[in-house]
């Protein structure tokens, strides 16, 4: 399958997390982005370097100019479960504005065409580093990294994508 790409229909696909109450939630993408303007982006690992360090620190930092610009939901998607997932979150107490969630079997990265295969380290199928910015379910940008690469995908470079 082709990786998404700008001017493609998100496809739609359930996510797990943990809501404030503690229980485990099932959740469409669709529920999330239909008639709104979202940004979802993933990164290959919770608590992995690059993405602890620098891709979701970007996006919780910036959370309050993209609402300002008109974006609804901030999703960051892993390939890990929702118990790695809530732990992961809650090692950002400042963070009110990202949803974490969980693609425990990589389903919806498949349908999103963007699995990275990291077998030979040891972590199975992952996604690939990733930034999507959505109106109404239409893919206006698409930022997608080659192998670990951090250099297309940032808040920053999401922010310069919407100007």
């Not at 008109?70 to 090692?91: Q, R, Y």
Request: with cysteine; hydrophobic share 40%.
């Amino acid at each position: 399958m082709a990786p998404i790409a700008v001017g493609d229909s998100l496809p739609d696909g359930t996510l797990s997390y943990f809501d404030a109450e503690n229980k485990l939630q099932q959740v469409s993408i669709h529920s999330l982005a239909a008639g709104k303007q979202v940004i979802l982006f993933g990164v290959p690992g919770a608590f992995t370097p690059t993405c602890s360090l620098k891709h979701v620190p970007g996006f919780i930092e910036k959370a309050a100019e993209f609402k300002s610009k008109g974006i609804n939901e901030i999703i960051c998607i892993s390939v890990n479960d929702p118990f790695v997932m809530k732990a992961w979150a809650k090692t950002y107490p400042e963070n009110k504005d990202v949803k974490f969630l969980a693609d425990g079997s990589a389903t919806y990265i498949h349908n999103l065409g963007l699995q990275l295969d990291l077998s030979e380290k040891g972590l199975g199928t992952r996604s690939k580093r990733f930034a999507l910015l959505v109106d109404n379910l239409k893919v206006k940008a698409a930022n997608i990294e080659q192998g670990g690469e951090f250099t297309v995908s940032s808040a920053d470079d999401i922010l310069k994508a919407m100007l």
